[in-house]
């Protein structure tokens, strides 16, 4: 039987991760099991790339930095360009109560060194023109925000991580966990079956089913998003922030010499569903360019949609023993659920693990994102999209 130091269930930008931080910490017989023939073929594949410190709470904003950080570094540390641009968010209120959250997470976010703007109706009118939003209560700006390119960040992390020993399994599916007396001894998979002490729910939007097979509810549901670009177009400016109207969760942002624009949809019910779906594009243009009116005069050229990965307070899941304190099976680690946030939080959602699963205390309080938390009264993040 094949054996393993350590199996990660999917190979997506966080089974990835995982690995590559992993071997990097000393562990050399990792294993990732991806049931598709090559990465990016789930959520990873379909994200638009943004990443932002404007979070509502300390943990998630110390694993933006960590990513930033990464990102900026990331052609030095993996011999692949990211594409960082940092064009910087801008979040859009009309909400006074939301406004007010907004503010209190400016001063948390700067309390930890993150430089954001809180801006009036008037700045907005004369730093940004496009937006004609006349009920406007404020808005934060983050200029170290930006975009990167998610399939440069896997394959960085593939290759380093090929490089330092792990494997990487493609078109094998984990059909089974072994747990034996609470405690896991392996993973069966189509390709045979892997003895390990370790096995990581790195699954995405399929993480419920993985964590099923060890005994575990992990709740985390998938919900489709669709992301949209126009043809080349110079209705907006060439240099602009993503710009999102928290209202609606429309957004958009430049994609070249295009815009790139998207939105979640309320009307939306959890299922696997990538289609896309005209009755909910009809939703995002009359959303969209109620605010951003100069976006009546482009046209779409192409549309996408993969699955958010939802928990119920749209934070993730990172845990296992030994911070689960014997509520998990021994050896059992979850990494899912980042709600939409999975590309930006992949780098440190991968160190941090490592450093749990090699028995080091993790960079980042990981408090918020217990498995146990469900049961207790949630702390949900307000800076959802
Ligand atoms: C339209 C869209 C836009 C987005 N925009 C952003 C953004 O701007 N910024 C941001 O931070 N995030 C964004 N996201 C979210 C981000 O893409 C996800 O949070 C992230 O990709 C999740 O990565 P993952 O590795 O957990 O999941 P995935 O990429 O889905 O990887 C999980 C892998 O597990 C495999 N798998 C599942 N079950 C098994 C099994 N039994 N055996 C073997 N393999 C299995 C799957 O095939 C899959 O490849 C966006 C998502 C979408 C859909």
């Not at 979850?334 to 946030?341: E, K, T």
């Amino acid at each position: 039987m094949d054996t393993a130091d350590a199996v990660i269930v999917g190979a997506g930008l966080v089974g990835l991760s995982i690995a590559y931080h992993l071997v990097e910490q000393g562990m050399r017989d990792v294993v990732v099991v991806e049931r598709e023939s090559s990465f990016g073929q789930g959520s990873s594949g379909r994200s638009a790339g943004g990443i932002r410190l404007q979070f509502g709470l300390a943990s998630s904003i110390r694993f933006s930095q960590y990513g930033v950080q990464m990102l900026k570094e990331f052609e030095g540390r993996f011999g692949v360009p990211a594409s960082f641009n940092q064009c910087g968010y801008l979040f859009l209120t009309r909400d006074p109560k939301r406004w007010a959250v907004m503010q209190a997470a400016a001063d948390l976010q700067r309390s930890l060194g993150v430089e954001v703007q809180t801006l009036g109706a008037g700045e907005v009118r004369r730093r940004f023109p496009y937006v004609v939003m006349d009920d406007l209560a404020g808005a934060t700006f983050g200029p170290q925000d930006g975009v990167a390119d998610p399939f440069a960040m896997m394959y960085g992390f593939s290759r380093r991580a090929r490089e330092l020993g792990a494997r990487i399994v493609y078109g094998a599916e984990v059909t089974a966990i072994t747990v034996e007396g609470h405690r896991v001894r392996g993973a069966d998979t189509t390709a045979g079956p892997i003895a390990s002490p370790m096995v990581v729910d790195a699954a995405g939007p399929h993480a419920r089913a993985v964590g099923a097979m060890a005994g575990v509810a992990v709740p985390v549901d998938p919900y489709r998003r669709a992301v949209y670009v126009t043809a080349p177009t110079d209705v907006l400016p060439r240099a602009m922030p993503m710009t999102l109207d928290f209202e609606t969760t429309s957004y958009v942002r430049r994609e070249g010499e295009s815009l790139l624009l998207g939105m979640s949809d309320p009307a939306e019910p959890s299922s696997f569903d990538t289609a896309l779906d005209q009755d909910s594009l009809i939703r995002l243009i009359e959303a969209v360019t109620r605010w951003a009116p100069s976006l009546q005069h482009t046209s779409l050229m192409r549309g996408w949609a993969g699955l958010y990965e939802i928990t119920p307070d749209h934070n993730p899941i990172i845990d296992g023993a030994p911070t689960a304190g014997g509520e998990l099976p021994e050896g059992f680690y979850i990494a899912a659920g980042f709600s939409g946030h999975g590309f930006q939080h992949a780098p440190a959602a991968g160190r941090a693990l490592a450093e749990l699963m090699c028995g080091q205390a993790p960079f980042a309080d990981l408090t918020p994102f217990r498995w146990a938390r469900f049961q207790e009264a949630l702390q949900p993040e307000p800076f959802v999209i």
